[in-house]
Protein backbone atom coordinates (compact mmCIF):
# COMPACT_ATOMS: atom_id res chain seq x y z
CA UNK A 1 0.00 0.00 0.00
CA UNK A 2 0.95 3.37 -1.10
CA UNK A 3 -0.13 6.57 0.16
CA UNK A 4 1.19 10.34 -1.00
CA UNK A 5 0.58 13.47 0.12
CA UNK A 6 0.33 16.73 -1.96
CA UNK A 7 1.27 20.29 -0.96
CA UNK A 8 2.82 23.51 -2.46
CA UNK A 9 -0.68 24.53 -4.45
CA UNK A 10 -1.63 28.10 -3.71
CA UNK A 11 -2.38 31.34 -5.08
CA UNK A 12 -0.08 32.56 -7.91
CA UNK A 13 -0.10 35.34 -10.75
CA UNK A 14 0.30 34.35 -13.92
CA UNK A 15 3.93 34.03 -15.12
CA UNK A 16 4.11 33.07 -12.05
CA UNK A 17 6.34 29.68 -10.60
CA UNK A 18 5.26 27.08 -7.84
CA UNK A 19 6.87 24.00 -6.96
CA UNK A 20 4.69 20.69 -5.86
CA UNK A 21 5.84 18.29 -3.72
CA UNK A 22 4.58 14.61 -3.38
CA UNK A 23 5.28 12.96 -0.11
CA UNK A 24 4.80 8.94 -0.49
CA UNK A 25 4.89 6.42 2.21
CA UNK A 26 5.45 2.41 1.42
CA UNK A 27 8.26 0.20 0.27
CA UNK A 28 7.24 0.72 -3.54
CA UNK A 29 7.33 4.20 -4.57
CA UNK A 30 11.44 4.30 -4.85
CA UNK A 31 10.87 1.60 -7.66
CA UNK A 32 7.68 2.78 -9.47
CA UNK A 33 6.46 5.51 -11.94
CA UNK A 34 4.89 8.41 -10.38
CA UNK A 35 2.73 10.83 -12.38
CA UNK A 36 1.00 14.16 -11.78
CA UNK A 37 -2.22 14.75 -13.48
CA UNK A 38 -4.57 17.57 -13.04
CA UNK A 39 -8.38 17.83 -13.17
CA UNK A 40 -10.17 21.52 -13.40
CA UNK A 41 -13.13 22.21 -12.88
CA UNK A 42 -15.60 20.72 -14.55
CA UNK A 43 -13.43 18.93 -17.19
CA UNK A 44 -11.87 15.51 -17.29
CA UNK A 45 -8.65 14.29 -15.18
CA UNK A 46 -5.57 14.75 -17.35
CA UNK A 47 -2.16 13.63 -17.15
CA UNK A 48 0.40 16.77 -16.94
CA UNK A 49 3.79 14.87 -16.39
CA UNK A 50 5.31 11.18 -15.24
CA UNK A 51 8.61 9.86 -13.94
CA UNK A 52 10.25 6.40 -14.08
CA UNK A 53 10.97 5.02 -10.75
CA UNK A 54 14.94 5.54 -11.48
CA UNK A 55 14.57 8.70 -12.71
CA UNK A 56 15.63 8.28 -16.15
CA UNK A 57 12.67 8.54 -18.01
CA UNK A 58 9.93 11.20 -17.87
CA UNK A 59 7.14 12.51 -20.53
CA UNK A 60 5.69 15.60 -20.10
CA UNK A 61 1.85 16.96 -21.72
CA UNK A 62 2.61 19.15 -24.96
CA UNK A 63 0.65 21.86 -22.91
CA UNK A 64 3.12 22.15 -19.76
CA UNK A 65 6.62 21.34 -22.18
CA UNK A 66 9.36 23.82 -21.58
CA UNK A 67 7.15 25.31 -18.67
CA UNK A 68 7.04 21.94 -16.16
CA UNK A 69 9.78 19.51 -14.71
CA UNK A 70 9.31 16.48 -12.70
CA UNK A 71 11.90 15.28 -10.86
CA UNK A 72 12.17 12.69 -7.90
CA UNK A 73 14.46 12.01 -4.38
CA UNK A 74 14.17 8.65 -3.74
CA UNK A 75 15.87 8.86 -0.86
CA UNK A 76 12.75 11.46 0.65
CA UNK A 77 10.34 9.44 -0.98
CA UNK A 78 9.26 12.60 -2.61
CA UNK A 79 8.39 13.82 -5.97
CA UNK A 80 7.89 17.19 -7.20
CA UNK A 81 6.69 18.96 -10.24
CA UNK A 82 8.30 22.73 -10.78
CA UNK A 83 6.01 24.77 -12.70
CA UNK A 84 7.36 28.10 -14.36
CA UNK A 85 5.76 30.87 -16.35
CA UNK A 86 2.18 29.61 -15.33
CA UNK A 87 -0.96 30.29 -17.08
CA UNK A 88 -4.41 30.83 -15.60
CA UNK A 89 -5.46 27.77 -18.26
CA UNK A 90 -2.85 25.96 -15.30
CA UNK A 91 -5.63 26.31 -12.65
CA UNK A 92 -6.76 22.80 -11.23
CA UNK A 93 -6.52 20.67 -8.69
CA UNK A 94 -3.23 18.72 -8.98
CA UNK A 95 -2.88 15.45 -7.86
CA UNK A 96 -0.08 12.69 -7.90
CA UNK A 97 -0.40 9.26 -8.79
CA UNK A 98 1.72 6.17 -8.55
CA UNK A 99 2.04 3.06 -11.03
CA UNK A 100 2.55 0.09 -8.75
CA UNK A 101 3.13 -2.38 -12.21
CA UNK A 102 5.21 0.12 -13.82
CA UNK A 103 9.15 0.73 -13.14
CA UNK A 104 10.21 2.68 -16.56
CA UNK A 105 7.13 2.75 -18.62
CA UNK A 106 5.09 6.04 -18.48
CA UNK A 107 1.47 6.36 -18.98
CA UNK A 108 -0.71 9.00 -19.60
CA UNK A 109 -3.93 7.13 -18.76
CA UNK A 110 -5.10 7.99 -15.52
CA UNK A 111 -6.40 4.53 -15.33
CA UNK A 112 -2.61 2.74 -15.34
CA UNK A 113 -2.36 3.99 -11.74
CA UNK A 114 -3.30 2.51 -8.85
CA UNK A 115 -2.31 4.66 -5.65
CA UNK A 116 -3.48 8.65 -5.77
CA UNK A 117 -3.05 11.40 -3.33
CA UNK A 118 -5.97 13.82 -2.33
CA UNK A 119 -4.56 16.66 -4.24
CA UNK A 120 -3.51 20.46 -3.87
CA UNK A 121 -4.98 22.97 -5.68
CA UNK A 122 -3.33 25.58 -7.70
CA UNK A 123 -5.00 28.59 -8.91
CA UNK A 124 -3.14 31.21 -11.07
CA UNK A 125 -4.88 34.32 -11.52
CA UNK A 126 -4.63 36.66 -15.19
Known amino acids: QVQLVESGGGLVQAGGSLRLSCAAS????????MAWFRQALGKEREFVAG????????RYADSVKGRFTISRDNAKNTAYLQMNSLKPEDTAVYYC???????????????????WGQGTQVTVSS
Open 51 to 58: ISGSGDNS
Open 97 to 115: AVDHRAYFRVEGRAGAYTF
Open 26 to 33: GPTFSTNT
